[in-house]
């Protein structure tokens, strides 16, 4: 395989995850660093890929310590695995945030499912539940969370490229530029 069909393939599965229930790119690992230099890391649904501009989308209430860490420093980590492509791929990039009100968060929250528009409605991330909410699995109107949903553009600037393979692993380093062309690509031990 020549890097340029590493990159490609890479991103071609990448866009796909999002609407393939078993691709393992689906749920991704975000990394930011917190207040104290702390790296933090949590799941989180990789929600849209744009193979072409290197962005990958991610939904968020704005509440909670993702955005106030990615607000202060915007540098972060997306780690992923997919067993059945045997593939690890680690992103190094910039987040953007796109705060309740914005464009792009208006939009992805017209596409939202009622179910998930209403898991923003509870109280804060990381806060104290309160008795009703922890009684009931409504916890508030659908319009109610859209005051906290934030949309995040996380824009790689290089990709860790490592496949699992027999009888060897494979590992890539690829760097893009801002318009998500690739700049540089070398292959490097694993
Ligand atoms: C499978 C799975 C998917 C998740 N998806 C999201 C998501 O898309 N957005 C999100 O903010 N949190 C998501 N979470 C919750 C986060 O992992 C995390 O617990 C929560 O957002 C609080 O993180 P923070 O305090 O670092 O901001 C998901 C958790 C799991 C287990």
Known sequence: MRLEEVDSSAWLTLEGAPTDPQSGFRFINLCSV???????????VLRRVDRLARLLEIHTDTRSQKWVEL????????????ASARVQLRLSGIVRLHPPGNDLA?????????????????????????????????????????????VLLFQA??????????????????????????????????
């Open 106 to 150: 208006n939009y992805a929250w017209h596409k939202l499912a009622s179910w998930t528009r209403s898991t923003y409605a509870g109280g804060p991330p990381g806060g104290e539940p309160n008795r009703d909410e922890m009684n009931s699995f409504t916890s508030g109107a659908d319009a109610d969370g859209k005051a906290f949903f934030g």
């Open 157 to 190: 600037d290089s990709l860790d490229w490592f496949e699992l393979g027999k009888p060897s692993n494979r590992r890539a380093m690829l760097d893009y530029d801002s318009a998500g062309v690739l700049t540089a690509s070398r292959w490097v031990n694993p």
């Open 71 to 82: 607000s202060n420093n915007p540098i972060a980590t997306i780690l992923g695995f997919c």
């Open 34 to 44: 917190d207040w104290n230099g702390r790296p933090q890391a949590r799941v989180v």
